[in-house]
Every structure is written in structure tokens, then in C-alpha cells.
């Protein structure tokens, strides 16, 4: 065989149009049997360099030529030899052609020379292939072969950004949803699904796919694999109804599909939250809370009671619950409950008892969402945030996990949260919980956060503790050196305005205890806030103004 190859390759370098095919036939031969071997063997002989005179004949050996190119690509040292011997251009060419077996062999040689790389597929991207591809599989729908080849193409393709731009100005949406109907097989099915998936992370092709009627074939596919246990069911129905909660990600396509909360695909959707599936639950809550992000679209779910559905859904969940469904549902009644118009409401229909079931939860992202939750619900929500405030197992709770260093969304909302309690009560009660509770310390550590709201909202927090107790927090702002902090924060040129008011404010509630007014004194503070009455902030200087009076009223 070696000695047949030889010949072949020899054959092959002299030969006119005639002899060609034969050698081709002997190297597909060889490849067939030995492909690594055969392939060193034609790369040593310098046969690739032959290649781009071959495909561009345009002639009964084309379709050989590319077969022979695809099985040597298909090991990865012949790649960078095929690209060096200029093969890519004129494969790219040959998509334009009209036989059906050239194109099948062209797209199996470019697929397996572009393999994994990315450079080599962006490449592809700017030769124009998408367009080519997509219209390919237009006219050849009826070809099997040629249909996989396309997908696999575009599976590859559109992982990377650069393509989606190219896939969005073509007819993809409709030519793959087309495609989609007509698939009675499993295989198929995925197969389309992982073309589908990366392109409908592009919020422009959301809404062609929803436009092409996509959404209608997921929930077909829903309807049918939901009472189903064969493993191949069971993965449509996750992947169709992940795909569904994808398209709802995009502004346009949300709201298209919401129809004003009218809309068929809505409410079907509403119907997964009750269904005793779990993949179907957490889809069903995760496209609440992605329909929940408009006030419009909160209000209109608000009244007419999908709160209910959610909190059924959590109460089935809170013994050895499903973490996600957990997270899914947390996260739409946070976002249902941004509007002002819906708290009341929400807390009159009991969210924050069922919420509230969830504090034993060990899992940091039903921590994190139950927190914001929470944070939502008392926002100018006096009496709520008294209760709340007032109830010390969710203020030991808050303490503890305002430690929580490995858990960073969770510290931050915990600390949050515990401002909020006071800052929205403005009761005595709820500042004494907190500071029986060892939350003052947190406050103070948080009005040193990065984030500037953060701090802004320690300091408010503060400033009511100190109006409202300052005898009880005493002992725990000297502990806290609370005194050191707020003299960092008004000596420091890149502390916002709103933060050198409130430390100042803070200063002012603070002078009536003795240990902290020493403290005052031996930083000097009488001179940094001086110097902050030329402050180019008018509210600043005047607030230094006052506090210098007091400070020196009192010094």
C-alpha cells in the first residue's frame, strides 16, 4: 500500500487532468485505512500546495479533492499546513457552487481545518461564510447531510461575538425555526437547539426568533415531554424551556410577548408555576421575574395575583427545598415588588412571612435574593419595617451573615438590610434589637464600604441610632471606633458631599455622650470642619458652619 501511495503522490505531482482521479481514489483509499500515516506522508511529499489549483478546476475530482482535504484536517498537525498552503480561500469559494456533493465536502474540510480555533473561525467570519451558509441551508433543507453540516457550522460560529452581528442582517431565525418544525427526531432536535442557544443570547435575534414564531414550537415541545421520564424527554424539556426563559431576557421580546399580560404565551407560562415539574417551576418563576422588569408589567402581575402563585410555589419548597426553584422565585418577587404601588400589597398577601421561612437557608444565592427581597419590601414601609426591625431572629440572622467574608453579595445586602430596618422604621425599638442584636459594629464598618450608597446609607442609619439611643449604642460606637472613622471620612478628598453631611450630622448626635465628645475633641475635629466651610457644595459648607457652632459650644 505504502509503495501504491508513493506512486499516487508522485503521480499526482506530474499528472495531467485525466490520471488525477485515480490518485485521488488511491488517497482517499489510503486515508480510509491509515489516516495519520497518510496524511504525514502527503504533507512530506509538498501535495497541499497542489490543492488550490485542484479546487479551483471546478471539475468531477472537486468533490475528492475536499474529502481528501477534510479527512487530512481532521488531525491536528495538518492544520497549520492546510492554511499555509492557502486551502481556505478557494473552500470558501466553492460554497457558491450548486452541486450538493462539493458543498458537503467543502464544509466538512473548512469545519475540520477551522477546528476549535478561533482566530481561523473569525477568519471564516469576515469571508462572508454566515450569509453563504444560511442560504445554503435554505435551498438544500431537503439534504440531510448537508442541513447537519450547516448546523454544525453554526453551532461553532456562533459562539463567538463577531458572528452575531453577521447572523442577525440574514434570515436565520425563520430558516431554523422552518427546520425545527419539520424534526420528529431527538438528535435533530439538540442538534438545533445548539444553534439556537448562543444566537439567542443576541437581544436582535431574540426577537427574530419570537417574530419566526419560535416560542410557539418551545412550548409545543413543553406540552409534549412534561409527563415524560425518558432521559431524552426530560432534556427537550430543559432545554426548551431554559430557551424560553433566554428569549425573555431581551426588552423587545419580553414585552412582545407579555401583550400587555393578555398574551397566550404569558399565561402559558404562568401555568408552569403550579405544575409539580420542577424544571417547569423554576422556568415558569424565572420568566415572572424577567416579565417583572418594568413597573407597568409588576403592577399588572401584582393585581392579578400571581404573588399568590409564587408564594404556593416557595411554601412547596422550604423543607428540603429546590435551591433554584428557591432562587428563581425569591428573585421575581423581589423584582414584582420594586414598585411602590406593590408593597403594600405584597405584604399584605404575606410575602415577608413565607420569605422569612427561608432564614435557615445555608445556600448563599437564597440568601442573597431573600435579603433583597426584603430590602424591597420595606422601602418607605414604616409599620414593615418595624416588624421586621423588631423580630430578633432575623436581626441575629442579619449580624451573622453581615460576617459572611466568603459571601460578599450576602455581607453587603445583610448590612443593607439592617440599615433599612432603621432607616425606614425611624423606631427606638428597632435600634435597640440592632444594637442588642451586635449590629452597630456592622454599621460602622459599612460606612467605610467602597460603594458610595453604602456608606451613605450606614451613616443615615447611624445618625437615627444616635438620635434615638445614643446611651444604649454608647459602649458599641466607642468599641467601633466610630470617631476615628468619621474623621477619615471628612479628612479625605474623595468622600462624596453626601458623606461629609451625614459625618457631620453624625458628629452633632453624638456630642451628648461624654466618652464620644473626648473623642471628638482629641481629633480636633473643631479644624477639619472648618476647613469645610469653604466647601464648594453649599449644603457641605453651611453643615460645617452649624457643626463648627456646636463643636465649639460644646468644646
Not at 468531477?60 to 475536499?66: D, E, F, I, N, R
Request: charged share 20%.
Amino acid at each position: 500500500m505504502a509503495d501504491n501511495l508513493s506512486e499516487a503522490l508522485k503521480t499526482l505531482k506530474l499528472s495531467s487532468a485525466d490520471s488525477v482521479e485515480g490518485c485521488l481514489d488511491c488517497l482517499l483509499k489510503a486515508l480510509a485505512q491509515n489516516n495519520v500515516e497518510t496524511s504525514a506522508k502527503i504533507q512530506e511529499m509538498g501535495v497541499l500546495a497542489m490543492m488550490p489549483a485542484l479546487l479551483s478546476a471546478q471539475n468531477s475530482c472537486t468533490p475528492k479533492v475536499a474529502n481528501i482535504i477534510a479527512e487530512v484536517a481532521k488531525n491536528e498537525f495538518m492544520r497549520s499546513p492546510c492554511v499555509e498552503a492557502g486551502l481556505i480561500p478557494p473552500l470558501v469559494q466553492l460554497l457558491n457552487s450548486k452541486d450538493q456533493e462539493i458543498l458537503l465536502q467543502t464544509g466538512r474540510a473548512l469545519g475540520n481545518i477551522c477546528y476549535d480555533s478561533h482566530s481561523l473561525q473569525a477568519q471564516l467570519i469576515i469571508m462572508g461564510v454566515i450569509p453563504t451558509l444560511v442560504r445554503l441551508l435554505g435551498v438544500h433543507s431537503q439534504n440531510t447531510a448537508l442541513t447537519e453540516m450547516c448546523l454544525i457550522a453554526f453551532g461553532n460560529l456562533a459562539e463567538l461575538e463577531s458572528s452575531k452581528e453577521q447572523f442577525a442582517s440574514t434570515n436565520i431565525a425563520e430558516e431554523l425555526v422552518r427546520l425545527f418544525r419539520k424534526q420528529v427526531e431527538h438528535e435533530k432536535k439538540e442538534m438545533i437547539f445548539e444553534v439556537l442557544a448562543p444566537l439567542a443570547e443576541n437581544d436582535v435575534i431574540k426577537l427574530q426568533l419570537v417574530d419566526a414564531g419560535l416560542v410557539e414550537c418551545l412550548l409545543e415541545v413543553v406540552a409534549q415531554t412534561v409527563d415524560s421520564d425518558r432521559d431524552e424527554d426530560v432534556a427537550q424539556l430543559k432545554t426548551s424551556s431554559d430557551l424560553m426563559v433566554l428569549l425573555l431576557l431581551g426588552d423587545e421580546s419580553m414585552q412582545k410577548l407579555f401583550e400587555g399580560g393578555k398574551g397566550s404565551v404569558f399565561q402559558r407560562v404562568l401555568s408552569w408555576v403550579p405544575s409539580n415539574n420542577h424544571q417547569l417551576q423554576l422556568a415558569g418563576a424565572l420568566a415572572i421575574a424577567n416579565f417583572a422588569r418594568n413597573d407597568g408589567n409588576c403592577i399588572h402581575m401584582v393585581d392579578t395575583g400571581i404573588v399568590q402563585k409564587l408564594l404556593e410555589l416557595l411554601d412547596r419548597h422550604v423543607e428540603e427545598g429546590n435551591v433554584t426553584v428557591q432562587h428563581a422565585a425569591l428573585s421575581a418577587l423581589r423584582n414584582l415588588a420594586i414598585p411602590v404601588v406593590n408593597k403594600s400589597k405584597m405584604l399584605l398577601a404575606g410575602v415577608s412571612d413565607v420569605v422569612l421561612k427561608f432564614l435557615k437557608s445555608e445556600m448563599p444565592p437564597v440568601q442573597f435574593k431573600l435579603l433583597g427581597t426584603l430590602r424591597m419590601l420595606i422601602d418607605t414601609q414604616a409599620d414593615a419595617a418595624e416588624q421586621l426591625g423588631t423580630n430578633t431572629k432575623l436581626v441575629e440572622r442579619l449580624v451573622e451573615w453581615c460576617e459572611a467574608k466568603d459571601h460578599a453579595g450576602v455581607m453587603g445586602e445583610s448590612n443593607r438590610l439592617l440599615s433599612a430596618l432603621i432607616r425606614h422604621s425611624k423606631s427606638k425599638d428597632v435600634v435597640r434589637t440592632v444594637i442588642q442584636g451586635g449590629g452597630v459594629k456592622h454599621l460602622v464598618i459599612m460606612a467605610t464600604s467602597e460603594h458610595m450608597i453604602m456608606q451613605n446609607e450606614a451613616l443615615v442609619a447611624l445618625g437615627l441610632i444616635a438620635a434615638l439611643d445614643l446611651d444604649c449604642a454608647e459602649k458599641d460606637f466607642v468599641a467601633a471606633n466610630l470617631v476615628q472613622v468619621l474623621h477619615r471620612l471628612l479628612t479625605d478628598e474623595h468622600s462624596a458631599p453626601e458623606i461629609k453631611y451625614n459625618s457631620m450630622i453624625l458628629i452633632c448626635s453624638i456630642m451628648g455622650s461624654e466618652p464620644l465628645h473626648k473623642e471628638v475633641q482629641s481629633l480636633a475635629f473643631i479644624d477639619v470642619v472648618s476647613g469645610l466651610r469653604s466647601h464648594e457644595n453649599k449644603t457641605v459648607a453651611h453643615q460645617a458652619s452649624l457643626t463648627e457652632q456646636r463643636l465649639t459650644a460644646q468644646s
